[in-house]
């Protein structure tokens, strides 16, 4: 279909300018509809996902400022870790320890009568396990006392449970106490890092 301009001459003006203006009307619409709208929505996508980066880059900034802190912050929780470590000696050593807790009975005035260890217990976070001794001793009341307050002050973890005294009796112008508790020491667990 070969173009026929000289019917273009033949038009009114007003029929010259309502086609320009169709003309441009068709281009405009195909622009938006191929070109603007498709456009806009990967813009749209664009900075909704430049949005979020730059909340992630604003939030890595604030770590960032926080990392001498935060490193600092970790030397201090290692340091609390070896100390801790320190009370929580390896399951070897423990029975060093329990050897000391007798020899502190013995020094503070105390007879043992019983000293029988338990079934050791492992830990339900399975960090440590928990060595109970069975003890019996016999002694006066405030060798008891200072017995007990020297293994609190041990640089390791023993707790003292079910304490019961039993009556006293009078030995050679003493009077002795028949006492029975658990002491617990706590090991940690072998082939811990």
Known sequence: ????????????????????VLVIVIISGAFVWFVFIPKSGEISTLNGEIAALNNDINIHRIKV?????LIAENRQLQLQ?????????????VEILLKQVSDLG?????????????????????????I???????????ALGVFFDKISKLPRIINVSNIRMGSSKLE?????????FSATAFASVEGDP
Request: charged share 25%.
């Open 132 to 142: 109970p001794v069975n003890v019996e001793v016999a002694g006066a009341y405030h």
């Open 65 to 69: 400022k926080r990392l001498d802190e």
């Open 1 to 20: 279909m070969a173009l026929n301009l000289e019917k273009l001459k033949n038009l009114t003006n007003t029929q010259k300018f309502v086609s320009l």
């Open 106 to 130: 013995g020094r503070t005035g105390l007879d043992f009568k019983l000293w029988r260890p338990a079934e050791k217990k492992p830990s339900a976070s399975g960090l440590y396990v928990e």
């Open 81 to 93: 870790l070896a100390a801790l470590k320190e009370q929580l000696p390896p399951e070897a050593e």
């Open 172 to 180: 050679q112008n003493k009077v002795l106490i028949q006492t029975s």
